[in-house]
């Protein structure tokens, strides 16, 4: 065995009366244990807001939006056609947006429209594959039935509507008459609604046909936007990069980032000042260590002359203390990450931690990223190494003679 770490190893058994040196180090075991176990959960929850923020967005949202400087624009298909040729692009689909008011039986308010098609819905509504939105808002339907609109379930909860009620919705772009402008109005018959746990998308949108939403809103064959998907939802810079010589001015493209920069700018920051406040309980912890190493150098005077006088150098002894210092951060590391580890997987397997309904999810989101707990671990155990410095260089700075004479 190494000799510095065989003297550390010897150093950590107190004996009876430096049991005090022994506390310490021990209590600063549970602090960087704790610290670390504290680090790592709060992370992990933080991470797992983070992608179950994302997931809710891009189960309502494409991955890149082509629009036009000029609103919207037609001759759309043959764009359609040369995005879906891409073979980074997974899926294509136009999209309308339009707002109109919603009426029913017992309500009136504001609606944001999208026009989709079902044929290439992809993942524009959450919960519906295409195959269902086809079903629900597909252009074949009887004589004289009504076409269908699946609405947020607290749109729905607001309008008083179920499935099966009727609607109608107002445009503002409707005709001008001999007795002033005409808003236009379209019926409508509620096939369903979704829940994407997001509340501002719950409550204010409503999906039609796409034809349906030209006709409301005076826009035959326009549209605002066409909605790309691709494999990699963290590619989309490079998508675009290679886009570039297709959509030429007046197009310009939008992705899923660059939309949702507040939310995402506001959850990383959020992580970044949770991970600085519970970095000082390591911090803390360090200086416990540091305290005992102090503490240790001066029980052990005599010993540390005893070394020196017989050939041990200053660098011999500093990595003594150095070594007895990391010790204890390793073994403070060592079991906080796995206690923290341990608790992130009792948190996603068991749901005992009901969230109030003001949070998007109910219970905590859990996600430990293998790269977030290694930067924990590394931190904590440069701390610790930071903390070591100061006791071993003035234990190798301490002079022999003066060491044996009245230590």
């Known amino acids: 065995m190494n000799l510095e770490i065989f003297i550390a190893g010897k150093y950590l058994k107190a004996k009876r009366k430096e049991g005090f040196i022994s506390l310490i180090s021990f209590l600063s075991v549970a602090g960087v244990t704790v610290g670390v176990m504290a680090l790592v959960i709060v992370i992990a929850v933080m991470s797992g807001a983070e992608t179950d923020f994302r997931k809710r967005i891009l189960g309502l949202e494409p991955h ?19 995005l879906e040729q891409s073979e980074l692009i997974k899926g294509v689909a136009p999209i309308l947006f339009a707002q109109a008011m919603i009426r029913s039986s017992h309500s009136f308010s504001g609606v944001m429209v999208r026009g989709i098609d079902p044929e290439k819905g992809f993942s524009l ?6 195959e269902k939105l086809i079903r ?12 269908g609109i699946i609405l947020g379930k607290e749109l729905a909860n607001s309008a008083g509507v179920i ?14 008459s001999p007795v002033g402008h005409i808003p236009s109005m379209k019926r409508f018959i509620v096939k369903d ?9 719950d409550n204010a949108l409503a999906y039609v046909n796409l034809k349906e939403a030209q006709q409301l809103s005076g826009a035959e064959n326009s549209v605002s936007a066409i ?12 998508v675009k990069e290679s886009l570039s010589n297709i959509l030429k001015y007046p197009f310009y493209m939008r992705d899923w980032m660059e939309i949702n920069k507040s939310l995402f700018s506001a959850l990383k920051l959020e992580k970044t000042a949770m991970f600085i406040i519970l970095t000082l309980i390591i911090l803390v912890a360090a200086f416990n260590i540091a305290s005992a190493l102090i503490m240790m150098v001066m029980e052990k005077t005599r010993d540390i002359a005893v070394l020196k006088a017989m050939g041990a150098t200053n660098k011999t002894i500093r990595v003594i203390f150095i070594f007895k210092g990391m010790i204890i951060g390793l073994l ?4 906080g990450t796995t206690m923290g580890v341990a608790a992130c997987f009792i948190l996603k397997k068991y749901d005992f931690i009901q969230l109030p309904d003001a949070y998007p999810f109910s219970t905590l989101p859990v996600q430990l990223e293998v790269v977030d707990v290694s930067i ?32």
């Open 163 to 176: 499935r099966g009620d009727k609607v109608i919705l107002m445009s503002p772009n409707g005709l001008i």
């Open 332 to 335: 403070g590391t060592l079991i």
């Open 227 to 238: 909605g790309i998907w691709i494999d990699n939802v963290f590619e989309v810079e490079k």
């Open 136 to 147: 629900l808002l597909g252009k074949k339907r009887a004589i004289n039935e009504l076409p």
């Open 193 to 201: 609604t979704f829940d994407s746990g997001m509340y501002e998308y």
């Open 376 to 407: 924990i671990a590394v931190s904590a155990i440069i701390i610790c190494f930071f903390s070591t410095l100061y006791p071993s260089y003035k234990a190798s700075k301490m002079d022999t003679v003066e060491a044996l004479r009245y230590g």
């Open 125 to 130: 509504v959450k919960g519906f594959d295409p």
């Open 64 to 82: 890149i939006l082509v629009m036009n400087y000029s609103g919207k624009f037609d001759n759309y298909s043959q764009m359609v056609t040369k």
